[in-house]
């Protein structure tokens, strides 16, 4: 595809250069002398004057992929589990149904957008922590497979994704670049906190904030 677009661009830069080669075309014939009026010319009206352009909005700025940040620990209801990478999505999503349906029923406050902590991987699957922050604990504690507990705190690398969940592969290898770019080394765990509501927003949308312990 890449391939595709340089071609068509080339093509088209070559039709307006042959257009502007010397011999390319019809010389146009030399315009008819005019006769000299016979007296003044006459005042011509002035032209209206021409309405300003629109201003162009500007572009957004870019998101941020490395920025260092201290991210600051949070009250969350959370649910431990694990799962395969071809789950994934659903099963973190089916967790967040569970978490929001606890935070309604005992009248709790959320404090924050919904994110996941992952705790162990590897290449079949993960463990982790599906956790929405709250405003405060409740006074009786959830039981069985909710549990109330604190998000991780401390100095982290921030990296933006846009997209879908299964094309995240490309934004952890872009990470895992960066870091050994800077010679950095990484915690074993990392945070994505999703900006848009996993349960809500179409897979294709989502906007995704990595948080990357460093060492």
């Not at 922050?133 to 409740?138: D, M, S």
Request: net charge negative.
């Amino acid at each position: 595809m890449f391939r595709a677009c340089l071609t068509a661009i080339a093509a088209a830069l070559m039709l307006m250069l042959a257009d502007l080669r010397p011999g390319s075309g019809q010389t146009p014939a030399n315009p008819p002398a005019q006769a000299e009026p016979a007296g003044p010319p006459a005042a011509q009206p002035a032209p209206p004057p021409q309405a300003s352009p629109s201003p162009v909005p500007p572009a957004p700025g870019a998101d941020p992929f490395g920025e260092e940040t201290m991210v600051a620990a949070k009250t969350v209801v959370m649910m431990k589990g694990s799962a395969t990478w071809d789950t994934a999505f659903e099963t973190l999503v089916d967790n967040f149904k569970s978490l929001y349906a606890y935070i309604e029923r005992n009248g709790l406050k959320r404090a924050g957008p919904p994110m996941t902590v992952y705790t162990a991987t590897d290449d079949t699957g993960f463990q982790y922590q599906a956790a929405v922050p709250i405003a405060e604990a409740p006074a009786n504690p959830p039981r069985g497979d909710l549990e109330i507990g604190t998000s991780p705190a401390g100095r982290m690398l921030k990296f933006v994704h846009r997209g879908s969940y299964d094309s995240m592969d490309t934004t952890y290898e872009a990470i895992t670049n960066y870091l050994d770019s800077k010679q950095l080394e990484a915690q074993d765990n990392f945070i994505e906190e999703y900006l848009t509501d996993p349960v809500t927003t179409p897979e294709d949308q989502m906007v995704i904030n990595v948080f990357v312990p460093v060492k």
